[in-house]
């Protein structure tokens, strides 16, 4: 019985255990697995062959995960094989459906190419967060739910099916539109973790930065590599969709004789939105480069090598906020924890950043740091911001052990802890 209760525990260390990229190219192997059966079953092809390639991705799946160094290279060894022979198959029949299939398939073997897949976690890791504190009331919603995640998996999983074997019974523009709706929502499907409840363990731990000509010491809160991963596919799925609406907008229209170019331009706006979003956000690198350094004397924001310095005397004041969209009458509310700047020419920044200051203002903050990848309870941030930034005299703790504790257990005066 002893062994039986271990044994759950001794594999959610273990999938904890891997780089966030190679848990991502797990999950996508296995929904391929999953999603190759499910649709040769609904065409009633489904043999032998086809069973034992969705295994083979099923089994790869768990290598990955629970098979160590040896499922590692399993893992990639299917992922090659996987993408060369999709590559084959679109040199003897090439097409936009076929190139797209092909670059979503092709995503676990460039994940799992990776430096960081190949990076071994260390064995120790620093203490991580303990706090769990009440929702700060400028987030009108909760920023996660069970009922959220269902939602998206279940209208994700369906239509993103659908559209998959639209985009293989299809004929002409057809199979593009049906390619770019299965991108669409594959994209919902990879994002409902992100709304996943529960608590955020990320470790904290006291890290030197370099200021000007100066180094500063401060706590270090830390974003997740796994829901940055999750972020980046799902933006890459977005942009190929959006690219799908523009080359094949003609089959998206209800009338035979309607004018496809409003779907176009949508679909014009949404690639150069997400595709040179992704593209800078995936140059910044992983999660592991995004991360906040609380130190005595600024904030300091950084995204791989790009850095924004926020001194604590800049800051008016700082509030939950969110950005809200409405997409068929239903009401899309995504959380931030907004900065208010007194005087934004104090700030550090490179030129992209101040670029988008006033595009930020008008959204919802000077400084708007998204929530939903981060590696501790969001409100913990929220509620860490707002102390140091109203209390300067404890700014110089932040150098030191109790300034960790305090972040780490969420010991703010004015916070208040979440009701059981």
Known sequence: ???????????????????????????????????????????????????????????????????????????????????????????????????????????????????????????????????????????????????????????????????LVMAVTGRGAERGAGAAIALFFFACLLVAPLFAPGRRGGPLRLETARLGDRHERGVMVPYSGLRMAIVLGATACLALAMLGFVVFAGAFADDPGESPWPVRLVGAVGTVFFGVG??????????????????????????????????????????????????????????????????????????????????????AADITLPVRTLDIDPALLYEALRYYHQHPRARSELVTEAGLARVRHGQFPSAQPASP
């Open 1 to 163: 019985m002893a062994e039986r209760s271990t044994r759950p525990a001794v594999l959610t260390s273990r999938w904890r255990s891997r780089p966030g990229v190679v848990r991502v190219a797990a999950v996508l192997l296995g929904l391929f697995g999953l999603l190759l059966v499910l649709v040769e079953a609904d065409q009633g092809d489904l043999d032998a062959a086809e069973l034992v390639t969705a295994l083979m991705l099923v089994s790869a799946a768990a290598a990955l995960v629970w098979a160590g160094r040896l499922g590692y290279w399993v893992g990639l060894t299917v992922a090659g094989l996987i993408a060369v022979l999709l590559l084959v198959v679109l040199a003897r029949r090439p097409g936009v459906a076929g190139l797209v299939v092909t670059a979503i398939c092709a995503l676990p073997l460039v994940l799992l190419v990776l430096p960081a897949a190949r990076r071994p976690h260390a064995a120790t890791r620093p203490a991580r967060s303990s706090a769990t504190l009440k929702q700060p009331q400028g987030w009108t919603r909760p920023i996660a739910g069970w009922g959220q995640v269902a939602f998206l998996v279940v209208v994700g999983g369906l239509l993103s099916v659908g559209g």
């Open 278 to 363: 992704g593209f800078i956000a995936a140059r910044r690198g992983w999660g592991r480069r995004w991360r906040l350094l609380l130190s005595p004397s600024a904030v300091v924001i950084a995204a791989g090598g790009a850095r924004t310095v926020v001194p604590w005397e800049a800051i008016q004041q700082v509030r939950a906020t969110e950005v809200t969209t409405y997409a068929r009458g239903v009401r899309i509310s995504e959380p931030l924890v907004g900065i208010d700047l007194s005087d934004p020419q104090a700030i550090q920044s490179g030129p992209l950043e101040r670029l988008l200051l006033p595009v930020n203002r008008r959204l």
